[in-house]
Every structure is written in C-alpha cells, then in structure tokens.
C-alpha cells in the first residue's frame, strides 16, 4: 500500500470512527452528533473539512427526529423569528468557513466545546417567559446561525437558549431538531455554492451514512443498559481532550 493510499485510508477510518462514536451518542442520548464527531475529525482533518463532512449526515438525522416528533411543532415558541435570523447568520458563518484562519476556527470550536461541558455539568436554572424570549430570540438566531455555518456546532447556545423556555420535552426536542435541520440545510447549500464540496468530500460525507444509520439503531438499544453518569463522564473526558488539543492547534497556528 502506497503512502497516498495509506493516508486516504487512516482519514477515512477516522471520519467512520467520529461518525460512528456520535452516532452512538445520538442514539443513547437523543442529541450529540455534531458535539461528538466535528471535534473528533477537526483534531485529524481540520476543522472545515470536518465541518463540511458533518453538514450532509446532520441532515438525514434531523430529518428523522423531525419526522417522529412533527405532531408537537404547533406548540412551540418564537422559531420564526430564530429560523430567519438563523438563517441569516448560517450563510454568513459558512462564507467564513471558506475564508477565516484555520487556527481561529480552531479556537472558535474548542471554545463551544468547553462552552458545552460547562452547561452539561452546571446546575444553573433560567427560566424565559414569552415576553422576554420574543427580545432575545433575534440576536441568539443570529449568532447561532454564525457558529453553525463557521463550525457546525451550533447545539451548545440552541441547547441552553431553548432550554430556558421550560417547554414539555417532546416540545423541546422538536424545536431544536427544527432549528438544526434549517440551519444545517442551509449550510449545505452554502458550502456547495462556495466550492467546498469537492468530489472527494461529497463522497466521504455520503458514506459517513453507512456507520450512523447503523450505529444510531444500536446506541438506541443499549440506552438503558449504560449508566448514563459513567457514559457522561466518559464523553466529557473524550471532548476535553479534544478542546485542549485545539487549543494548542489554535495557539500554535497563530504564532
């Protein structure tokens, strides 16, 4: 096997292992995909291409969640306002993707990583009444939409944001899954327009389906086999390890 050969092989490899360990996350957990595999293959791949891998999977997962929980869309809150802005904000970040300092994505991404493990483990209770959401949803549309086209993460603000609504779960994960599957789907269409879809990318990120839509059944079925605490502390040790190692990417690439 040449050197060419070897190298497509180990990336490929780890494009399938990040897939495969989100999906499970997803499975288990319900959410978690982007969290997990985008850092998992920026640390090997770099962060756009990890992004643009990311965006077409994001799609199909959402598409399934929005599926199952459609019935509760009526009960929601505040998603034109979010949708629109987000939308905005989306295209504006994926243009960045194509032009930003790979260093300062770098550090962009460890940052919503760390953002993430705080809100995971904090107790903080925020409680949003309608007046007030109807202020903020604008602004908090915007930037999300910024972070999910410069780094496909936008899950963290949205996560925290929707949260503090207090709205029933069934709710809650469908105004999320809403969010993210606009937000990602345009990003796709973004990330197409400026070029970032090369040939080779378009193929990794098809096949990147094979593993989640065979890894997401089985993380599904095991949920209630697993302590949620051990399987937690376990994805925090996985996803800290992975900010600090773009951190140091994200310093170094600066100097």
Not at 61 to 75: H, P, S, V
Not at 79 to 98: C, E, F, N, Q, R
Not at 101 to 126: N, R
Not at 208 to 237: E, K, T
């Amino acid at each position: 096997m040449s050197g060419i050969d070897r190298s497509l092989v180990v990336e490929l490899a780890i494009i399938l292992v990040a897939i495969g360990i989100g999906s499970f996350v997803k499975g288990v957990t319900g959410s978690g995909l982007p969290q997990i595999a985008i850092p998992v293959m920026a640390v090997f791949l770099g962060v756009e291409r990890a992004v643009v891998l990311m965006a077409i999977p994001g799609v199909v997962t959402n598409t399934w969640l929005l599926w199952r929980y459609r019935g509760e869309l009526r009960a929601t809150r505040d998603l034109p306002i979010l949708l629109a802005t987000g939308t905005v904000g989306a295209i504006a970040g994926t243009y960045g993707l194509d032009v930003l300092d790979p260093a300062i994505l770098a550090l962009v991404l460890a940052t919503m990583i760390v953002v993430y493990i705080v809100m995971v483990t904090s107790s903080l209770e925020v409680h949003l009444k309608p007046e007030h959401s109807r202020l903020t949803s604008g602004p908090v549309g915007l930037v999300a939409g910024v972070l999910q086209g410069a780094t496909g993460i936008s899950g963290p603000l949205l996560t925290a944001y929707i949260h503090a609504y207090r709205l029933p779960k069934a709710v809650y994960v469908v105004s999320l899954v809403t969010l993210f599957q606009v937000y990602a789907v345009v990003q796709v269409i973004t990330l197409w327009q400026v070029g970032l879809y090369t040939g080779g990318r378009l193929a990794e990120s098809l096949l990147s389906l094979v593993p989640m839509m065979l890894i997401l059944p089985l993380g599904a079925r095991y949920a209630n086999r697993i302590s949620q605490q051990a399987f937690d502390r376990w994805i925090l040790a996985l996803l800290a390890g992975t900010a600090a190692k773009l951190v140091w990417d994200g310093v170094t690439g600066l100097w």
